[in-house]
């Protein structure tokens, strides 16, 4: 008796948890459905009931070219920003992977510590510091700043593959002729190659949709988010789902290259060492 | 015990001999991001702050040290600006919107955790963060069209004949929250669904051995040791959210209305001015402000979480 | 710059030296900690040694010394009487065959073996017919384009020796490559590593705690404890005739019982112990009576016995039993609550004959008794 009303209530807890999570992957993923579904309706307003299918946001979107411009310059810039900060990370983490000295603990804060500091703050301060050597207002600009933001990212991600490393190949590859260097570029770096692809692609999610940096730097030449904000402040229309739906449809891409490196990365350190 | 280290553990980098006992190859290896992030983070920070005193005359900038910006500021804090209000709706409205994230997010992870099937936890886990990879500014144009009253939400509550008016959320600090769960929700996620997965199941069953009911397992086993989880995941949707701008522009119309009355977010307010007056000095001493509030929340964030240890 | 080719150097400039490796007055420390204390050890060329001793005893870190991975605090290696010991780690060539056989996992199995060849300018063609000679020599010709991860741990640690030889060593560094194998294979690798040394004719450096290994392969038996070197010796000498407390107890099957000498004649010596008097042989070795001694006896020297001549015998109760092959095992204890163990060729059912808890009476002949002095006694 006593277990059937406990396999019973493990049953309704259970079906409480598929319940909450249908209600929450419903509020997670509806505004992109919403960005999805209502870039190819018809009707301006974005309401119901369904008024018709059409592309002519699309259409609207490849005329008025500001967004497809603000594009071009998103895809310039943070995919070189991500590298940049990626290679960057690369030889801290391996550094900081390593050695141990003086000063160390200062170092991973002070490296660690940029993508703490909210965006708005360090937007107005990169601001003021390039609107003095006359680097502001460019896409240079954007992209020096972003490295600075993802370069912790980069560090934590090629960390956490690094931790995994077992020492003893480096040493293999000194105990075989081989010097530091080459040991750094023959063992390591490949060994970390699924950490800094990752890391690549994490750094660019971020740099791609961030905001607040870009407004204050990025001038006449903006970045997507930036172009998106001053054309929402003139027209509310439906071409902003249809940019929406290329974003998405580039995230889609993306994402299978999040299921393929960085979730295994994140999470499958656990299942390695049972087998193990 | 200490004498014993290093017996057992003879591979230590600290003893290991390298092919370079003096190379250079650490500082060649640090040596980029340690100027990358000393020119391009260290000194505009330092920057920031002394722009806070300078001046700008006739639409230049005028270097100096004058506390005008920030005299100008505090007597402004309660009267016409009223920069204290906007700090106090800011820190109202951050406080509640990762409180509720935390308790939307919390029983979410819980339940991919342990009702969804192991082989699909990872798809469940990347379904959450889905809306992360999406652009957050085009996110909160979706919500505003779905919230407006015009939008999907109310003309199908309205054609339920569940309301009758439209509710307003849109251009309310609601809106706000809304925006700034859905931002927060899929970082959160994943960090307590990781916190979760580290707690030893044996535990959990041990303790129902023991006689615990669900909800004694829940509050004195799992909680407890999900506790550095939460408190992660709350300090960092706080950071986030205190410097957040596009949430309380887009979806809380600049002003929106809270229980405080219809008042800016600080960090709105920062863009906004800056946007209008493009004085740099006073942005700035507005942007040091920011970061004081954040080092005492920090800080008593420390306090409050080592009290309780 | 001199040092760049190190293995070719040395075996041209000191070919004549009869040595690999020579280990002089070595020594290490941590802080007031002795890793190594005084190591002194020849290899000879083509010699086969293991070092064995528990965890902890400083046998890896002696390997790790030889490899150039650890520095000493004094002391000289020599390497075909070549002073090594400021020498980098990758400038020595002794090669390491690791106890996790630290493949790189982003490379197959032919880049793995030709990783040592190709980190200076080399020809292809040469690399190649290096790596297919190290490949033949150990059976991993069909393997060569596999990945690492496809491997089976046999496999694996044949591309780990084939990686550590395809530099043409003099001496080839093993630490405890048989850990992470099945039993079964074990056995089976024992024997493939002695016909390859032997058909090399290099050194082998080889490190573990499994002593049937190191009887099994070697030509000379280093024992360790507590970072320095017990005995050295062949595997019968060390077997037979353990020199000092700590060998008798970690080698063999070995029964130890304190006592003190009463009476010395020219065959034999009388030792009074607490399960009561054992005569040992006289041999060569100054006993003095009063002296306290420790008398060992071999697990497979005693026999249970209740007829036939008896030289030396104990009573003691048989407590538990165990089977391995043809063998039993027999646990005993003696009336001081002293546990014996007991090692027989026997046959299952023969051995069920004697009840648990039976007392029995175990002998054992005078000249299977070895005597240790009491300087031999490790310091508490």
């Given at each position: ?15 409480a948890?598929?319940a ?10 509806l ?9 190819f ?8 009931p369904w ?34 900060a ?10 900081l ?15 660690i ?68 260097w ?18 690549w692609l ?8 961030e ?7 990025s ?48 999470l ?9 | 015990?200490a ?5 057992s553990?003879p ?18 290896c ?5 100027i990358?992030?000393s ?41 016409k600006?009223?920069y204290?209000?906007?700090?106090l ?5 951050s406080?509640t919107a ?6 939307f ?8 955790a ?14 959450a ?24 939400i ?13 509710i ?59 506790r ?28 929106g209305?809270s229980?405080f009355?219809?008042?800016p ?10 946007a ?30 080592q009290?309780n240890? | ?45 083509g ?8 965890s ?112 043409k ?10 850990s ?7 056995i089976r ?65 070995n029964?130890l ?10 065959q ?21 009576i ?14 249970i016995?209740?007829t ?8 003691a ?16 204890e ?34 299977s ?12």
């Amino acid at each position: 008796m006593a277990i059937q009303k406990k396999q019973g209530s493990d049953r309704l807890l259970a079906l409480a948890g598929w319940a909450y999570l249908l209600l929450g992957f419903g509020f997670l993923l509806l505004p992109i459905f919403a960005l999805v579904l209502f870039s190819f309706e018809d009707s301006r307003l974005p309401t119901l009931p369904w008024t018709g299918w059409t592309l002519k946001w699309y259409n609207f979107l490849l005329s008025d070219g500001r967004l497809l411009e603000a594009l071009k310059n998103s895809l310039i810039v943070s995919p070189l920003a991500a590298a940049a900060a990626t290679v960057i990370g690369f030889f801290a983490a391996y550094a900081l992977n390593r050695f141990e000295f003086w000063g160390k603990k200062f170092l991973s804060i002070l490296l660690i510590v940029p993508i703490l500091i909210p965006p708005l703050i360090m937007g107005v301060a990169f601001l003021g510091l390039l609107s003095r050597v006359n680097l502001q207002g460019q896409l240079l600009s954007v992209f020096l700043t972003h490295v600075v933001i993802l370069i912790p990212t980069a560090i934590a991600l090629i960390t956490i593959r690094l931790a995994q490393m077992p020492s003893d190949i480096e040493q293999a590859a000194w105990n075989l002729g081989a010097s530091e260097w080459q040991a750094l570029f023959r063992v390591v770096l490949p060994w970390s190659i699924p950490g800094i692809a990752g890391a690549w692609l994490l750094s660019f999610t971020f740099s791609f949709d961030e905001f607040v940096i870009a407004w204050f730097v990025s001038g006449f030449q903006p970045t997507l988010p930036v172009a998106i904000y001053s054309f929402m402040a003139f027209n509310l229309d439906p071409s902003l789902n249809a940019i929406g739906t290329i974003i998405f449809a580039l995230s889609i891409l993306l994402l299978v290259g999040v299921e393929l490196l960085l979730i295994p990365l994140l999470l499958e350190n656990r299942s390695n060492s049972k087998q193990a | 015990m200490a004498n014993s280290i290093p017996l057992s553990k003879p591979s230590s980098n600290l003893q290991t001999k390298t092919p370079n006992e003096s190379s250079l190859l650490r500082w060649i290896c640090l040596a980029p991001a340690v100027i990358y992030d000393s020119l391009l983070f260290l000194l505009p920070l330092i920057f920031l702050i002394w722009i806070g005193f300078w001046t700008v005359d006739n639409y230049r900038l005028v270097p100096g040290f004058s506390l005008s910006n920030y005299i100008d500021i505090f007597q402004q804090f309660f009267s016409k600006s009223r920069y204290a209000y906007a700090i106090l709706q800011s820190l109202w409205v951050s406080s509640t919107a990762t409180f509720l994230t935390v308790l939307f997010c919390y029983p979410f992870a819980m339940a991919i955790a342990f009702v969804v099937p192991v082989r699909l936890q990872r798809l469940a886990i990347l379904l959450a963060i889905a809306p992360f990879w999406s652009s957050y500014i085009l996110r909160l144009y979706a919500w505003q069209t779905l919230l407006n009253k015009e939008g999907l939400i109310n003309s199908f509550l309205q054609t339920l004949h569940l309301i009758n008016q439209p509710i307003e959320i849109v251009f309310t600090q609601i809106g706000t929250r809304i925006g700034l769960i859905h931002y927060l929700a899929p970082i959160m996620i994943l960090i307590l669904y990781l916190a979760l997965q580290n707690v030893d199941r044996s535990l959990l069953s041990a303790a129902q051995n023991l006689g615990a009911t669900r909800w004694q397992v829940f509050w004195r086993v799992l909680l407890p040791l999900t506790r550095p989880g939460i408190v992660y995941a709350a300090v960092f949707g706080m950071i986030i959210s205190l410097g957040d701008v596009l949430s309380g522009i887009i979806l809380g119309g600049g002003t929106g209305k809270s229980i405080f009355g219809s008042l800016p977010l600080f960090a709105s307010m920062i863009l906004n001015e800056y946007a209008a007056s493009t004085n740099l000095p006073r942005t700035s001493a507005l942007a040091t402000i920011l970061i004081v509030i954040m080092v005492l929340i920090l800080f008593a964030g420390t306090k409050f979480s080592q009290s309780n240890q | 710059m001199v040092l760049s080719q190190p293995h070719t150097q040395l075996s041209e400039t000191n070919p004549a030296s009869s040595h690999d490796l020579e280990l002089v007055d070595i020594c290490k420390y941590y802080g007031p900690l002795m890793v190594l204390d005084q190591i002194n050890l020849n290899v000879k060329a083509g010699e086969f040694v293991a070092i064995m001793g528990p965890s902890g005893c400083g046998k890896t870190t002696l390997l790790r010394v030889i490899a150039g991975l650890e520095g000493v605090s004094q002391g000289h290696v020599l390497l075909r009487g070549q002073d090594i010991t400021g020498l980098p780690v990758n400038k020595r060539n002794t090669p390491l065959v690791w106890q996790s056989f630290a493949l790189f996992p982003h490379l197959n199995v032919r880049q793995n073996i030709a990783f040592g060849l190709t980190l200076t300018r080399h020809i292809k063609a040469e690399v190649q017919q290096r790596v297919q000679e190290a490949a033949v020599m150990l059976n991993l010709e069909p393997l060569l384009d596999r990945r690492i991860s496809q491997l089976s741990g046999g496999q694996k640690q044949r591309v780990a020796i084939a990686r550590a030889l395809v530099t043409k060593p003099n001496i080839l560094l093993l630490d405890e490559p048989m850990s992470a194998l099945d039993p079964h294979l074990r056995i089976r690798m024992q024997g493939e590593l002695k016909r390859l040394q032997q058909a090399l004719s290099i050194s082998f450096f080889y490190v573990t705690h499994n002593q049937n290994e190191a009887f099994s392969m070697a030509d000379k038996v280093v024992v360790m404890n507590q970072g320095r070197i017990e005995q050295i010796g062949t595997p019968s000498d060390i077997y037979n005739a353990p020199a000092t407390h700590f060998v008798a107890e970690f080698v063999g099957n070995n029964n130890l019982f304190e006592g003190e000498v009463v009476e010395i004649n020219n065959q034999t010596i009388q030792i009074r112990c607490a399960q009561g008097l054992i005569q040992a042989p006289y041999r060569d070795r100054p006993h003095q009576i009063g002296e306290r001694v420790t008398v060992v006896v071999p697990a497979d020297r005693m026999v249970i016995a209740s007829t036939g001549p008896i030289e030396n015998s104990i009573q003691a109760t048989l407590r538990a039993r165990e089977f391995i092959g043809s063998q039993v095992i027999y646990y005993l204890e003696t009336s001081t609550g002293q546990e014996i163990k007991l090692i027989q060729q026997q046959s299952l059912n023969e051995s069920l004959n004697v009840p648990i808890n039976a007392d029995l009476q175990l002998s054992w002949k005078v000249e299977s008794t070895i005597l240790l002095g009491e300087r031999s006694v490790d310091a508490p």
